[in-house]
């Protein structure tokens, strides 16, 4: 064989399907035969979501999904740059739970789309048994989203496949984790001021959309008027202002430059964490963001908006169901 055809057929070899070298493969373009062939021993499962919620007149309904698509990218590159193996991409799911409207009790924004939390928790282990069923046994869940009962569910969808499975299926998104990377300064004194609490499609989400999406977002986010929250209750009484165009903080400050830099960021801090588990690291002992303002009076009352409004469509479906069987 001449060194020119060698060298072709090494590099078919390893860029192929299915091999014995490092590789990123995407569960949708690949057969049963593929699938069988994975080495489950050497093989991560990434699981990225995005819920599809309103981000105001600016962002795109799905800005969460842009970015944990991009942030589960990045882990599976560095994973197989650290650690080598499989992984194994899933496409992103575009089902989450709990929305800001629920702040104020409002009935959902256009755009909002989104599941009870029983739903999200079952979609999750469902998916988490046919895994667990067919042999894997690592996976990881990029679902950034800040609703308490949204990182519940996907949390004890979790812990339903560690424990049926002795497994480590791992919500990286919903664990708070500061590791040891220097958090960048975003905004000056001046703009935090302006901007007030960090919470939903205001100054930081609208960098991050302008650095992953720029053609997605409003070109008159510039003249977006700031809503300040100093306080968590200040984001209920936002929410139930006649006018409340459903962001917080002030979407004007933001730039392609600082959505790069939070998103670096973030992204080595995830990648940070998954290497660790990936070591033995003890995730377990972490705190979630399911326990986020526990017992802050605003993030109760999100939450007792969020069940109230889930048990409320919970019944109107149940006697749907109840009637169509008669």
Request: aromatic fraction near 8%; hydrophobic fraction near 40%.
């Amino acid at each position: 064989m001449s060194k020119s055809k060698f060298l072709v057929a090494v590099l078919l070899i390893c860029v192929g399907p299915i091999s014995g070298f490092a590789q990123i493969l995407k569960v949708a373009e690949l057969s049963a035969r593929d699938l069988e062939n994975l080495n489950r021993d050497q093989t991560i499962v990434i699981m990225p979501g995005g819920i599809l919620e309103e981000h105001g007149p600016y962002l795109p309904a799905f800005n969460d999904g842009y970015l944990n698509a991009w942030l589960a990218k990045r882990m599976a590159e560095a994973i197989i740059a650290n650690r080598g193996g499989t992984v194994l991409m899933f496409p992103t799911i575009p089902l989450g739970a709990g929305i800001p409207e629920d702040f104020a009790g409002l009935s959902p924004f256009s755009g909002s789309y989104t599941v009870r939390p029983e739903t999200l928790r079952s979609v999750y282990m469902d998916l988490a048994s046919a895994l667990g069923d067919d042999g894997f046994r690592k996976i990881f869940v990029i679902s950034k989203h800040g609703a308490p009962q949204h990182n519940t569910a996907l949390l004890e969808a979790a812990e339903f496949f560690n424990d049926r499975y002795t497994g480590t299926m791992v919500i990286l998104t919903s664990l708070i984790y500061e590791g040891a990377i220097d958090t960048p300064i975003i905004f000056d004194e001046e703009e935090q001021k302006e901007h007030g609490l960090i919470v939903h499609a205001g100054g930081e989400e609208t960098s991050q959309a302008l650095f992953l999406q720029p053609q997605l977002v409003a070109e008159d986010y510039v003249e977006a008027k700031p809503y300040h929250a100093a306080t968590t209750t200040d984001l209920i009484r936002i929410a139930k202002a006649p006018d409340w165009p459903g962001y917080f903080g002030s979407p004007r400050l933001a730039t392609s430059t600082k959505g790069a830099a939070m998103l670096e960021h973030r992204s080595k801090l995830l990648i940070e964490l998954a290497l660790r588990i990936l070591d033995g690291y003890d995730w377990t002992t972490l705190p979630t963001r399911a326990d986020r303002g526990a017992n802050d009076p605003a993030f109760r009352e999100l939450r007792e908006n969020t069940d109230a409004r889930a048990e409320k469509e919970r019944l109107i479906q149940e006697e749907w169901i109840s009637i169509r069987g008669q």
